[in-house]
């Protein structure tokens, strides 16, 4: 069973809500840190949420925010992280290849839900080279 942990915050709600339900279709159990409506929050909270459940669980995770730039500095501030901000699948690819990347994070107002899901897919699918 494949696992992955996702999280946003009320400006990445869409996007996740889209992104989980495709990559439940792809197999994925989906564990959803939140935020679960589209109130005003603060997006490093679940940032840290999703980034201690996969420091200690070892599975990726996704991270989603308006311009996924927060939500990759919040992300990057723990050891056992290391979150790529990615906009193009050249970017999702060189990262898991390259950077070993544990976390990919998308921004719902910068890229469009079509290149957000192969950009995931992407990620999800390529391995580090070492
Ligand atoms: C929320 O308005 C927005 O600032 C946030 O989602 C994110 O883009 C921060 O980096």
């Not at 994925?28 to 109130?39: C, F, L």
């Not at 501030?77 to 690819?93: D, P």
Request: proline letters at 2%; hydrophobic letters at 40%.
């Amino acid at each position: 069973m494949k696992s992955i942990h996702m999280a946003c915050d009320h400006a990445g709600i869409e996007l996740k809500e889209t992104l989980r339900a495709h990559l439940e279709k792809m197999g994925y159990t989906v564990t959803d840190h939140g935020t679960y409506s589209k109130e005003s929050c603060d997006y490093p909270v679940f940032a840290h949420a999703l980034c201690n459940a996969v420091e200690a669980e070892d599975v990726p995770g996704i991270l989603i925010c308006g311009t996924g730039i927060g939500m990759s500095i919040a992300a990057n501030r723990h050891k056992g992280i290391r979150a790529a901000l990615c906009g193009c699948e050249f970017q999702a690819r060189a990262t898991r290849q390259h950077n070993n990347a544990n976390v990919l994070c998308l921004g719902e107002r910068v890229t469009g839900q079509g290149v957000a899901l192969d950009i995931a897919e992407l990620f999800l699918n390529t391995a580090f080279e070492g």
